[in-house]
């Protein structure tokens, strides 16, 4: 069953019952003369700018573009003493070379103070970076702390194929807290290997 509007009331229709009468007649002559307002008022148009929105730099790194760390992949479990690893097929005398400090870094990342995913994203970028500026050697300060990110970097790090060594940084790098990595970039081994910076 549908409900019924009631009919509208308007000054012209009159009261609707006796005991309205006086009120009506008294409003209707208090108003007598008068004229409904114009629409005065403009509503604001939204106008469009002219200005292209900014865009981020080419070299600001995306999600799309880091790579992917397996938390799941461990095969560093004991990360107390010294740690060492080349990328099978590469030069063994690689991580030597990291260990007595003949590589100088060209960039240092710093992870104190970090989360694991922050960590993760800080080293992906890291790594991106390297590749786009054709640096070879990196210094990543994962610290001791709880060892958490001391037990993860490594881990991580042997997931990239663009590593091709790390080694227990030297002490003027940080010792226990830090890695010392060989990278990979785009010119052949011999030419990688005579590039290397000498400190």
Same mark, same amino acid.
């Given at each position: ?8 009331? =308007?000054?012209?229709?009159?009261? %609707? ?24 008022? !403009?509503? /604001?148009?939204? =106008?469009?700018? &002219?200005? &292209?929105? /900014? ?6 790194? =995306? ?25 099978? +097929? ?9 260990? %007595? ?19 993760? =994203? *800080? ?12 640096? #070879? ?7 001791? +702390?709880?060892?958490?990110?001391? &037990? &993860?970097? /490594? #881990?991580?790090? !042997? ?10 940084? /030297? ?26 910076? *000498?400190?």
């Amino acid at each position: 069953m549908q409900k019924k509007n009631p009919p509208a009331v =308007t000054a012209d229709s009159g009261p %609707r019952n006796n005991a309205d009468q006086d009120e009506f007649l008294l409003f209707r002559d208090y108003v007598a003369g008068t004229r409904p307002l114009k629409q005065d008022k !403009i509503a /604001p148009v939204a =106008t469009r700018s &002219k200005q &292209k929105r /900014p865009t981020l730099p080419s070299n600001s790194l =995306t999600a799309e573009k880091l790579f992917f760390f397996s938390d799941e992949f461990e095969i560093f479990a004991e990360t107390q003493g010294t740690l060492s690893y080349v990328q099978n +097929g590469d030069d063994p005398h690689l991580a030597g070379r990291l260990r %007595r400090g003949e590589l100088a870094p060209q960039v240092v990342l710093d992870l104190h103070g970090m989360t694991a995913q922050q960590a993760k =994203t *800080e080293l992906a970028g890291l790594l991106q970076y390297c590749e786009q500026q054709q640096f #070879n050697c990196a210094c990543v300060v994962h610290g001791k +702390g709880l060892g958490i990110l001391a &037990k &993860k970097v /490594p #881990n991580w790090l !042997i997931q990239h194929p663009n590593v091709r060594a790390f080694h227990t940084a /030297p002490r003027s790098w940080g010792k226990h807290g830090a890695l010392l990595l060989l990278l990979k970039i785009n010119q052949s081994t011999e030419q990688q290997f005579r590039d290397l910076p *000498e400190r």
